[in-house]
């Protein structure tokens, strides 16, 4: 059984950084694509970054230059660095997996972003 396990959310004063981590374990198959949404209280879930096995990565407008996406393939984990963190990134940010054998979801990390 393919499972997700988030890490690194927390309350954050703006301005300030958080990194998340989410380690995927159980795949019998190569992780292809990796990458972290959120979702905000009455919002859609929305795409933040996600990354190739090749390490090619792709970022919402709302937070180029800001965020950073990372992976270990060794370790099957993926790596979100966010920086200069606003009032308007807090949301429960879910890491995302994909390979031959399925789409994974891991349980979601609440990020909240507050003076």
């Known amino acids: 059984q393919v499972q997700l396990v988030e890490s690194g959310g927390g309350l954050v004063q703006p301005g300030g950084s958080l990194r998340l981590s989410c380690a995927v374990s159980g795949s019998i198959f190569p992780i292809n694509n990796m990458g972290w949404y959120r979702q905000a209280p009455g919002k859609q879930r929305e795409l933040v970054a996600s990354?190739?096995?090749?390490?090619?990565?792709n970022y919402a407008e709302s937070v180029k230059g800001r965020f950073s996406i990372s992976r270990d393939n060794a370790k099957n984990t993926v790596y979100l660095q966010m920086n200069s963190l606003k009032p308007e990134d807090t949301a429960v940010y879910y890491c995302?997996?994909?390979?031959?054998?399925?789409?994974?979801w891991g349980q979601g990390t609440q990020v909240t972003v507050s003076s």
């Open positions: 995302n997996a994909l390979s031959l054998g399925g789409d994974y």
């Open positions: 990354i190739t096995r090749g390490g090619r990565s």
